[in-house]
């Protein structure tokens, strides 16, 4: 059911985090560009109706979003409420009639994923499947036999195309950008393989701690939560091969190939850490041994690749919050080797800021024969009306275009790499908070020329 419209959005979890957080927040600005103008339907377990429905949506607009009067009257009039238990025809049986004459509606299933089986059950059941499209949330699965059968699932009641898998790095631009930015530009394609490319780095660090999640957390860790999902997207839009077409899925064929050439995570691989304080956190179960933070190396075994080490580090309570890769370039043979102090590398920065940056050696200043690392940075100008991440992946599955979501096949690809290293039993390191981790990373799990730790300038 691909390239068409929807004709009505129904959100489960109209009352949860997640929501409140993000989605009546992306939902309130598409309205506002006048990409959104069908009926929204929020469903909700619990003592709720249509009135408190709508104040939470304003309440959460108002914090998260840039709430104005006249679009939240076009909200309004849109929006509606069914309420009821996820395991009752009833429910399901409302949300039908809601639906009225649409004819392709969205299910969008913002809940835990253990309550799946019984909504799509009752999607089917209650006739709401029939022509409709169904978003998942994160985290799909939680290792490849849990992905495979949510996958299962999904696949005996809707097809593929219908099925909208949500990883909300593929809606943010600058991680599109990768993609865009390697092949617009004729520059890189001659040196973007293993001949020049000594070694590429991903660091996504954040300074603060698992806060109220701890529940969620120590059940899933670094390696599920974000590595896994985001920064494999991230290795693999660095390092695809380019699409014949622009077509989804051609490019999601080629991110496929990309994690069928990656070597499966072995414990000589990773190292994992946990930051002094988890322990206390709310919900963190006695004694836990779930990471906080890991620092992974792969090896891509394709043509273009081979030899070629990858680095993955994410953590949480870090020094800083901010998403940067870092590729590094080999030096050349030449009679200039001696004073090229520093390897040559491209810096993109993800978030806060977006920056793409070459660094070049020049002369060092008052001295003929050695060198410096400069920095040539572009700096997108900010672009007012950017879009959240959020708001473009639901933009994308209400118009029908899976481009930026994750297809069946890369989910369990994406699985497979790190399944047997997660289901064995590996040492955590505990790390002061404010760090870059465990000191074993460095000793362990270190790039050629070290880690690139990020910093923010100072406002
Ligand atoms: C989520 C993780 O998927 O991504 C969080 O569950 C993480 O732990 C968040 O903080 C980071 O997203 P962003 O967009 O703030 O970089």
Redesign the pocket.
Known sequence: MAQVNSDALVFYGATGDLAFKKIFPALFLMIKRGHLHVPIIGVARGDYDLEKLRLRAKESIQRYGNFEEETFARFLELLAFVGGDYTDPQTFLRVREALGAAKHPTHYLAIPPILFPSIIAQLEQSGCAKGARVIVE?PFGTDYSSASDLNKLLLSKFSESSVYRID?YLGKRPVNNLVFFRFVNSLLEPVWNKKHVESMQITMA?DFGIQSRGAFYDVTGTIR??IQN?LFQILCNLTMEPPQTLDSESIRDEKVKVLKAITPLRAQDVVRGQYKGYLQEKAVSEGSKTETFAAIRLHINSPRWDGVPFFIRAGKHLPVTC?EILVRFKHLPSAYSSIASKPNHIRFRI?PDVTVAFGMLIMAPEEDMASVLSEVQGNPTPFPKEKD?YERVLTDAMAGDPTHFARQDYVEEAWKLVDDYLHSDSPVFAYDPGTWGPEEVNELICPPGGWNNPTLQKK
């Open positions: 994160k909300h954040e939560d974000v985001h998403t978030s991440a």
